[in-house]
Every structure is written in structure tokens, then in C-alpha cells.
């Protein structure tokens, strides 16, 4: 591994730590800073967490019909949703310093996963203080 691959993945291991904090904010009352860690944090997360979708869709589908419908049913919507979470992820990388909402939600995979993931318009601004 040279030395640039070494800078760079220190770089985005600060970000990442750094924007954890940031998860539970409140997103009607963030600074300008936080909205831009936020977003910078969750594009990481959401492009490094995506294929979870379909395994999650998976056990929802299945949870709420049969195996076999749980199985096929929930590769497919776990595809298009995963496709959907990192598509949100390159969005919030590129977008960071544009203090918009967020789009999908729940805005981590992680935040409740029994939710089938759901996205909202896209590049609604947010009330900065």
C-alpha cells in the first residue's frame, strides 16, 4: 500500500469518526458544519452499507408473507433499494457542502431495521441557523 492509499484512508476514517457524533442530531436545529459532516458521514455509510438492503428486504419480506415470496420478493425490492441507498450515498458525498434534508429514510440502515427503506424529494434545503 503506497502512501497516498495510507493518506486517504486515514482521511476518510477521521470523516467517518468524526460525523458519528452527528447520527442522532436533531436535523431541524444543525449548524451548517454538522449538516455538512452529516452528510459527509451518511454518504460513506450508505455507499459502504447498501448491499444490507437486500438481506434486510429479505427478512422483512419474509417476516411479513412466506419464505418463498420473503426470498424472491426481497431480492428484488433489496436491489432496487440498495441501488436507491448508494445512489443517496455518491448523492450526499458530492452534495455535502449543499445543506439539504436528507432523502432516504431511515437515513442509516441501521437506524430501524424492520423499515422498509423509503426515499423523499431530493435536494430539499435545510433551515440553518
Known amino acids: 500500500m503506497n502512501r497516498s492509499s495510507c493518506k486517504l484512508i486515514t482521511i476518510l476514517t477521521t470523516i467517518l ?12 436545529n ?4 454538522d449538516i455538512v459532516v452529516r452528510k459527509l458521514g451518511s454518504g460513506f455509510a450508505n455507499i459502504s452499507t447498501g448491499l444490507l438492503e437486500i438481506p434486510k428486504d429479505m427478512i422483512i419480506d419474509t417476516n411479513q408473507s412466506n419464505f418463498v415470496y420473503g426470498v424472491t ?40 431495521f424492520d423499515a422498509i427503506t423509503r426515499f423523499g424529494p431530493i435536494f430539499r434545503l435545510e433551515n440553518t441557523q
Request: glycine share 10%.
Open 17 to 28: 469518526l468524526t460525523a458519528a457524533p452527528s447520527v442522532y442530531a436533531d436535523y431541524n
Open 30 to 33: 444543525e449548524q451548517y458544519s
Open 73 to 112: 420478493g426481497g431480492i428484488l425490492q433489496g436491489s432496487i433499494s440498495a441501488v436507491g441507498r448508494i445512489g443517496t450515498g455518491i448523492m450526499d458525498l458530492l452534495s455535502a457542502p449543499l445543506p439539504t434534508q436528507p432523502v432516504a429514510y431511515p437515513v442509516y440502515i441501521w437506524d430501524d
